[in-house]
């Protein structure tokens, strides 16, 4: 174990070696490159050792694919996961250095959008913890997702150049470039035995270049690795670039993340970010299986590969490419192969995320992948035709109306398809993806999501961690579910009086942030009530807005109405060509700024919405929260992850029975949460009957009136284009999101808020309670689930399983 004598002398040495300097004079961006460096100097050896084992032992490793990761921070992450941040936290005080300071240098690695991509970075922290052999797999982008401000209350995107300083953290592996293969012409010519070889002209090639970080199990001696791929013109290809621009057009091609989170906008760069690292990776994993000297033929017990949503799904033309082409393989054993080593996870069901690509994009940008589109659609209907009959196939096939339905390709080239959530995986079966279903039923299984509660419980809420340490020893940070030993506290007065210290802590910790930041002032006490995810009409902001516009004009017409203090923190990016959910943001800007300056209202409601919200600023807010909101229409969300992170930091959920708040309920206990709302089945009817109508509700309920009429009639300043736009959205185009039919159950939810938190023992027992069963949401039984069932992750996990947990 490391020594704070030893670590101290190893950060003096390396900062002499490195910048000729004395830690007196660092600034802290050079200690934090020199602490990554000592940091990384520190685990290397176990990540030779982990690579070299899985290698000896030829042990079946999984390989995770996804277009987004979101980090965010690692510094502390890593340290914790290595089982040293008491050590270095206190050396470097010994040298008068704050971990904080140096913390907050780092750059949040925003490689993603949301859900999706934090989900795989929660999966690769628990992969590791867990002591599976698992790979990540994605695009190492020039700039992450945007970093927002906002200007007069709108939204503006500015560039995330978070490699402006470098990243500590990534190993550049020139060696293990591949190349890859975009547009031109193919032929497939008979080669000296018959069989059809692909020939191409005018292609353009381009080199991928990996570049490692080290995904660090926890107290585990275990490291695996996350692969990003940085594009780069070849040498031997430089002639064929006439010019500077000509040459960053495609160098350029994975310098930017898509920050659209549900809106495929069908754009060729984006297709070209979804082959590059697909080709990349899947070349990278061929290249170390012929090390196995197995036969191919044996691939699927040495790899998994897992396609993380739709954007992956090249993975099986590609794989078929390099069977068929590069190792002569004829169709059915590279077909077979292929649906074995495949598995798919969907993430949405929303129709305009479903991503279907033109084939004349597919094939100009990529002839060869396109023919083995059409070879296994062609192939696909005639299996099935006989069996399901002509319709079903139509419906199923992959090629349709000239689009290529990348969910059907990822679902028939894989053996596995899972849903995030129960309701999630139901509505696949049921209603999304029937048709599959019917075809292939032993594919589809349910795997609800989850989060590494090291990062979201252990970093983000040490007071917390601290309470339960005393009360209920450590097991939980190994074993979450241990977390269930605080229910023996329930009625303990001391335990309770310290849980509600450590959130008031947090809250006042984020009450400065927000001074800071915003200059608005909010009282510890109030209730902390927090919506924080992207902005989607689905996820409805626009509902909690309502209510907030509900509470303030009943606060304006009989000021000694009695509320309990409540403040509204908004946390959301919407996509740049979002033009709705950026006209929200303003207008939720617009009412904060309305009520937050009004001298009637006073401390009694204010309304936050912090900038930028980011992994880092997630850490921030959560621990503080004493209100989740997760309002989704029934139906939309497939699962949510912040709805865990915050009943694991004691926040009581406010929510409707969609995605993963329903087992959240099955976990805590109706008296531990406030359900309301439509429920799927409902809103199901109601596309059934096509008998909503939003007009009729507006026109029976004057607070609703009052309310949306401030929309249109000036009362809330400065939205004369958005408040017409969102009052039409209601009104005139009837409310796609049932808000108002949902307005009232809403209300009355909010009002039990208000209720529970006048008794605070029994609103901190309640807490206790979500608290004690959020182990239940740990990422490590998650993924052990996915080796189990999906990835057939063999002897290894007993090992995981022996790990102390
Ligand atoms: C093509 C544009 C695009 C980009 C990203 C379409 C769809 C996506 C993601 C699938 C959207 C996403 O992040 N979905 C979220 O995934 C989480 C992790 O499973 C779930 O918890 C959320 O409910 C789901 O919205």
């Given at each position: ?11 003096r040495?390396?900062l ?61 992450s ?17 040298m ?22 934090r ?12 002591g ?38 990534e ?132 790899v ?13 033309p ?11 393989l ?34 100009s ?10 070879e296994?659609d ?20 992959i ?25 999630h ?26 989060i ?6 252990q ?10 340490d005393?009360?209920i ?18 009625d ?34 109030a ?26 004009f ?30 929200i943001?303003?207008v ?23 900038e ?6 997630a850490?921030?807010?959560?621990p ?8 989704s ?6 699962s ?15 929510a ?23 429920t799927?089945?409902e ?8 008998d ?28 004369e ?45 309640k ?9 239940r ?29």
């Amino acid at each position: 174990m490391l020594s704070k004598k030893k670590f101290k002398s190893e950060m003096r040495q390396r900062l002499r070696e490195k910048y000729a300097m004395e830690i007196e004079d660092a600034s802290s961006q050079e200690l934090f490159n020199v602490l990554g460096s000592v940091i990384k100097a520190y685990y290397s050896d176990s990540w030779r050792q982990s690579w070299k084992s899985y290698l000896a032992n030829e042990d079946k490793q999984v390989y995770y694919f996804s277009i987004e990761f979101l980090p965010g921070k690692m510094l502390k992450s890593n340290l914790l996961n290595l089982g040293i941040l008491d050590v270095v936290s206190e050396g470097l005080a010994e040298m008068e250095i704050d971990l904080e300071d140096l913390a907050n240098v780092e750059k949040d690695m925003a490689l993603g959008n949301g859900g999706l991509g934090r989900l795989a970075s929660c999966f690769m922290d628990s992969i590791a913890s867990c002591g599976l052999p698992g790979n990540g797999n994605g695009i190492r982008y020039d700039y992450g997702l945007f970093k927002q401000r906002f200007v007069d209350g709108y939204q503006v995107e500015l560039p995330d150049e978070w490699l402006s300083s470098g990243n500590v953290w990534e190993v550049r592996k020139e060696s293990k470039a591949v190349d890859i293969q975009f547009s031109g012409d193919v032929w497939m010519v008979p080669d000296e035995e018959g069989h059809l070889k692909p020939v191409y002209k005018n292609q353009r090639i381009l080199r991928a270049v990996p570049y490692d970080t080290a995904m660090i199990g926890y107290q585990n001696k275990r490291v695996n690795t996350m692969r990003l791929w940085g594009i780069e013109i070849p040498t031997s290809e430089e002639e064929k670039y006439t010019s500077i621009q000509d040459r960053r057009q495609f160098e350029d091609l994975t310098a930017v993340l898509y920050p659209d989170d549900s809106n495929e906008r069908g754009r060729l760069v984006r297709l070209a970010q979804e082959y590059f690292f697909v080709s990349a990776g899947v070349q990278s994993i061929l290249r170390y299986y012929l090390k196995l000297k197995k036969p191919l033929s044996c691939l699927s017990e040495y790899v998994a590969i897992h396609i993380n949503d739709t954007h992956p799904a090249l993975c099986v033309p590609e794989m078929m490419r390099l069977l068929l082409d590069e190792h002569g393989l004829s169709w059915e054993q590279a077909w077979e192969i292929t649906v074995k080593v495949m598995s798919y996870t969907n993430h949405t069901i929303m129709a305009e995320a479903l991503e279907k690509w033109p084939i004349h994009l597919m094939r100009s940008l990529l002839p060869r992948m396109y023919q083995i589109i059409e070879e296994i659609d062609r192939r696909f209907v005639e299996k099935k035709k006989l069996a399901y009959g002509s319709d079903l196939v139509e419906r199923t096939r992959i090629i349709q109306n000239d689009q290529v339905h990348m969910a059907h390709l990822a679902i028939i080239g894989s053996h596995s398809t899972n849903g995030v959530a129960k309701l999630h995986s139901e509505l696949l079966k049921q209603v999304v993806l029937h048709d599959f279903y019917e075809i292939y039923p032993e594919r589809f299984n349910n795997k609800t999501n989850g989060i590494a509660e090291r990062r979201w419980m252990q970093l983000a809420n040490e007071p917390l961690s601290h309470v339960l340490d005393k009360h209920i020893k450590k097991s939980w940070r190994k074993n979450p579910e241990d977390l269930r030993l605080l229910l023996n506290y329930l009625d303990d007065p001391q335990v309770l009086k310290e849980l509600a210290a450590a959130k008031l802590q947090n809250k006042e910790a984020l009450a400065r942030y927000i001074k800071e930041t915003t200059g608005i002032k909010v009282l510890p006490t109030a209730i902390f009530d927090v919506q924080i995810k992207r902005l989607h009409a689905y996820k409805r902001q626009l509902l909690n807005l309502l209510h907030i516009l509900k509470l303030y004009f009943e606060l304006k017409e009989n000021p000694d109405t009695a509320i309990h203090p409540r403040v509204f923190i908004f946390g959301a990016k919407a996509a740049p060509s979002y033009t709705y959910a950026k006209a929200i943001i303003k207008v939720i800007n617009e009412v904060g700024n309305m009520i937050n300056n009004d001298p009637a209202i006073g401390d009694r409601l204010k309304v936050v919405f912090l900038e930028n919200y980011n992994v880092s600023l997630a850490e921030r807010i959560i621990p503080a929260a004493d209100v989740s909101e997760q309002i989704s229409l029934a139906s939309k969300e497939a699962s949510g992850t912040s709805n865990m992170k915050l009943m694991l930091n004691g926040a009581i959920t406010i929510a409707t029975l969609d995605g993963a708040n329903i087992e959240i309920r099955d976990a805590v206990g109706e008296d531990n949460i406030v359900i309301f709302g439509l429920t799927e089945q409902e809103v199901y009817a109601y596309y059934e009957n096509q008998d909503y109508s939003a007009l009729k509700i507006y026109e029976e309920s004057p607070v609703l009136q009052k309310i949306l009429n401030a929309f249109v009639d000036g009362t809330i300043p400065n939205i004369e284009f958005e408040g017409r736009e969102i009052f039409d959205s209601l009104i005139k185009y009837n409310d796609e999101y049932f808000l108002l039919r949902d307005f009232d159950a809403y209300c009355q939810a909010q009002a039990k808020i208000n209720e529970w938190y006048q008794d605070p023992q029994q609103w901190q027992q309640k807490s206790l309670i979500n608290i004690a069963n959020a182990g239940r949401f740990s990422a490590d039984d998650t993924v052990l689930r996915y080796a189990e069932d999906i990835w057939q992750l063999n002897p290894v996990l007993k090992a995981a399983e022996k790990e102390p947990r």
